[in-house]
């Protein structure tokens, strides 16, 4: 058993090490492509909204899905009741982006922010199922998914980012880049892993998974919110060009 162990553990480390190079180096090089085809004006708008789609992702992303790989008897209950809640909160989530959006737009003074972040927040909710979906496939260590829906995410936004740039649509080039990519990973982990909501529900489940969560939901703001507490003064009080230039030069880095 331990031996069997041993093998998974490696297994899974060489699929998210494959996974994480081919990804980032296949985000390098689209990177550059885009830089040639794109203003830094348009990059500092995306910026921008990440900021707010960030703050909003982490109430979807952290907590519950951490908790379901903590808890050692996590069943079909768990995780049903996690999937369900997550696109209620999602859907919650995304109406409440909706609605500030025309204030953020306002506060900044550009406009296509509006539009921008109302289409980006759609993210919230695909996200809500990509969530459940990624602890099922830590928990049962079933890294060689991940490889292939991160392959074909990053393939497919290429594809599309490349396509709409090339084609003049300026920003909305990105905003297709980053849709394609959750949606494209979240539908390749659909067909690829076996699990499947079911119809359960238990607020008892929820309660208890959130007395875990709750502590590293916590955690994960303050660590979010203080990481894009510089764009956000930089977004106001320089121009997006100069916030764009400071976010590549801080991602290539990373």
Same mark, same amino acid.
């Given at each position: 058993?331990?031996? =069997?162990?041993?093998?998974?553990?490696?297994?899974?480390?060489?699929?998210?090490?494959?996974?994480?190079?081919?990804?980032?180096?296949?985000?390098?090089?689209?990177?550059?492509?885009?830089?040639?085809?794109?203003?830094?004006?348009?990059?500092?708008?995306?910026?921008?909204?990440?900021?707010?789609?960030?703050?909003?992702?982490?109430?979807?992303?952290?907590?519950?899905?951490?908790?379901?790989?903590?808890?050692?008897?996590?069943?079909?209950?768990?995780?049903?009741?996690?999937?369900?809640?997550?696109?209620?909160?999602?859907?919650? &989530?995304?109406?409440?982006?909706?609605?500030?959006?025309?204030?953020?737009?306002?506060?900044?003074?550009?406009?296509?922010?509006?539009?921008?972040?109302?289409?980006?927040?759609?993210?919230?909710?695909?996200?809500?199922?990509?969530?459940?979906?990624?602890?099922?496939?830590?928990?049962?260590?079933?890294?060689?998914?991940?490889?292939?829906?991160?392959?074909?995410?990053?393939?497919?936004?290429? #594809?599309?980012?490349?396509?709409?740039?090339? =084609?003049?649509?300026?920003?909305?080039?990105?905003?297709?880049?980053? &849709?394609? =990519?959750? #949606?494209?990973?979240?539908?390749?982990?659909?067909? @690829?892993?076996?699990?499947?909501?079911?119809?359960?529900?238990?607020?008892?489940?929820?309660?208890?998974?959130?007395?875990?969560?709750?502590?590293? &939901?916590?955690?994960?703001?303050?660590? @979010?919110?203080?990481?894009?507490?510089?764009?956000?003064?930089?977004?106001?009080?320089?121009?997006?060009?100069?916030?764009?230039?400071?976010?590549?030069?801080?991602?290539?880095?990373?």
């Amino acid at each position: 058993m331990e031996k =069997n162990l041993k093998q998974n553990v490696a297994s899974g480390l060489t699929w998210k090490f494959a996974e994480r190079i081919l990804a980032q180096l296949v985000t390098f090089v689209v990177s550059i492509v885009l830089a040639r085809l794109l203003s830094p004006e348009h990059y500092g708008a995306i910026a921008i909204v990440n900021i707010f789609i960030a703050l909003a992702n982490v109430f979807v992303v952290s907590g519950f899905g951490n908790s379901l790989i903590q808890k050692k008897d996590a069943d079909d209950t768990d995780f049903s009741s996690v999937f369900y809640f997550n696109i209620f909160l999602g859907i919650v &989530l995304y109406g409440v982006v909706f609605l500030i959006a025309p204030f953020i737009a306002s506060f900044y003074n550009m406009p296509i922010l509006k539009p921008v972040l109302r289409v980006m927040g759609l993210r919230l909710i695909v996200a809500s199922v990509n969530n459940v979906q990624h602890a099922y496939v830590s928990k049962k260590m079933m890294f060689r998914r991940f490889f292939w829906s991160t392959l074909g995410g990053t393939l497919a936004s290429a #594809v599309v980012g490349i396509a709409m740039a090339y =084609n003049g649509f300026g920003v909305w080039a990105l905003v297709g880049q980053y &849709l394609t =990519n959750t #949606v494209t990973d979240t539908i390749v982990l659909w067909f @690829t892993v076996k699990w499947r909501p079911k119809f359960l529900f238990s607020f008892k489940r929820l309660g208890a998974l959130f007395s875990y969560g709750w502590k590293i &939901l916590c955690s994960a703001l303050l660590d @979010t919110g203080y990481n894009e507490l510089r764009s956000l003064i930089i977004g106001k009080m320089y121009t997006s060009a100069d916030l764009a230039y400071y976010n590549k030069g801080k991602s290539f880095p990373n």
